[in-house]
């Protein structure tokens, strides 16, 4: 009876909006979303206001190791995702970023196992490090023209990665960007980059051709 007890406990359960946390931040004018029930499930929509204030942030780690979501929507409102945000979500196949977010915190999707489609906004400038590192089940990924930086290990032991899409507005692409891609069959490098770090393309064992520009000015 007591391993029953809190073997129901521990169920995971449809999402709502009250198994998030709120915080209050810049000064009392908006909330970041900072904790959310990690036994929580299925699909959930992040609220444009709370409180009456705007939900403007989600927080560092506040999804972390919730394993049984299977959807998150972000609103409007929202303009940052902090470090490690989703961390170790295994059942998120996809998630819908707004436009109006500028920022996605570092490994803001690490380990995310089961992440097949991600949209990255127009509005992110900088793919930051170990973003999408681990996502085994992402196929392809398209950088959108607004990105310049593609950071360290932003998609390393994407083991499932055979294409990607660099705009013509990168300009550095990080140590160990696409490290452990083993799926990776082609990559062509635009014209606009001029510095690939160390260790960019290691263990890419598909790879069977890489298009380089007279631009470059390092190879790691």
């Keep these: 009876m007591i391993l029953g007890f809190f073997g129901a406990c521990i169920q995971a359960r449809a999402a709502s909006v ?37 939900v403007t942030s989600v927080g560092d780690y506040a999804f972390y190791r919730c394993d049984s979501l299977t959807g998150v929507t972000i609103p409007d409102s929202v303009t940052t995702i902090g470090n490690k945000a989703f961390v170790n979500c295994d059942s998120l196949p996809s998630v ?10 570092e490994s803001v999707f690490y380990g995310c196992v089961s992440l097949m489609d991600v949209s990255i906004p ?21 950088i959108p023209d607004s990105v ?14 055979t294409s990607v899409s660099i705009s013509y507005s990168v300009t550095t692409i990080g140590n160990y960007a696409f490290s452990r891609c083993n799926s990776l069959t082609q ?15 290691l263990g890419c064992y598909s790879l069977t051709s890489v298009r380089i520009t007279a631009s470059f000015t390092t190879f790691g």
């Design 18 to 54: 009250d198994d998030l946390t709120f915080k209050l931040i810049s000064g009392g004018t908006a909330y970041a979303v900072a904790d959310c029930v990690i036994s929580a499930s299925g699909s959930l929509t992040i609220p444009g206001t709370y409180n009456g204030l705007p």
């Design 96 to 105: 819908s970023i707004s436009d109006s977010v500028t920022s996605l915190g």
């Design 122 to 142: 127009n509005s992110v400038t900088i793919i930051s490090k170990s973003a999408f590192s681990y996502c085994v089940s992402l196929t392809s990924v398209s």
């Design 148 to 161: 310049t930086t593609i950071g360290e290990y932003a998609f390393s032991g994407c083991s499932s990665l």
């Design 187 to 201: 990559v062509s490098i635009p014209d606009s980059v001029t510095a690939i770090g160390e260790y960019a393309l």
